[in-house]
């Protein structure tokens, strides 16, 4: 069954400083990994998809890398409104349903 | 296009009352999910649909829970019985599987709605 461990389970940071949160999975095979952002009481909004190692994404103050074993979600120089849960999950190669992480908790202090 | 939209919004129900939860995808998106999630944790996967057949239903998916999605547009999800382990946000999700990358087929993008919260008193 995939796996999907996200740490830390919450991360508090002041505006500016930068940080790193970590996905790892275990799947047999991988289609896909998925980062979504999710605002208390809202749905998930999808922010970026990894393919294959080596492979980075970017998108404003974030950046998405994946190695084989895990994939790495960097917040440089965050602000207030980067405060979210994100959540990482992934697609094995037989199937198109995601399997989700429980999340980190981002809180952006001014 | 506005977007999968859910209703309602916030359900309060007693234990063993029925409820019903409406998901409208993102038009012409063939693929529509329901999830479930809990405080503190990510989604997770109840069912799906390709058009109008429901092609996979999760364990979690007990015999009280059906969903339905006619003419292969909207769908519902209805739970008899509640019971208080039902209360969670019901998150309905829809993607384009005709829409490929350089010809390696779904992206699985899903794109989610803002879902149906129910407690089950």
């Known amino acids: 069954e995939d796996q999907v461990t996200q740490s830390p389970e919450a991360l508090r940071l002041q505006e500016g400083e930068s940080s790193s949160l970590n996905c790892s999975y275990t799947v047999s095979g991988l289609r896909g990994l998925f980062w979504y952002r999710q605002d208390p009481g809202k749905g998930p909004e999808f922010l970026f998809t990894l393919y294959s190692a080596g492979e980075e994404k970017e998108k404003e103050r974030l950046k998405a890398t994946l190695t084989k074993k895990e994939s790495f979600l960097h917040i440089t120089a965050p602000k207030p409104e980067d405060s979210a849960t994100y959540l990482c999950?992934?697609?094995?190669?037989?199937?198109?349903?995601?399997?989700f992480g429980a999340g980190t908790t981002v809180t952006v202090r001014a | 296009d506005t977007g999968v939209s859910q209703n309602p919004r916030h359900k309060i129900t007693k234990r063993g009352q029925n409820v019903t939860f409406r998901c409208d995808p993102i038009s012409e998106h063939n693929r529509l999910y329901w999830y479930r999630q809990t405080l503190g944790q990510g989604p997770e996967f109840l069912t799906y649909f390709q058009n109008e057949a429901q092609l996979e239903k999760s364990r979690l998916l007990s015999d009280r829970f059906s969903a339905e999605r006619p003419k292969g547009s909207f769908s519902t999800l209805e739970i008899q019985r509640t019971e208080q382990g039902d209360s969670a946000m019901y998150l309905c999700?829809?993607?384009?599987?005709?829409?490929?990358?350089?010809?390696?087929?779904?992206?699985?993008?899903?794109?989610f709605g803002e879902g149906s919260r129910l407690t089950v008193l």
């Open positions: 999700a829809s993607s384009d599987t005709r829409k490929g990358l350089a010809g390696v087929g779904h992206t699985g993008e899903l794109f």
């Open positions: 999950a992934v697609q094995p190669p037989s199937d198109y349903k995601l399997s």
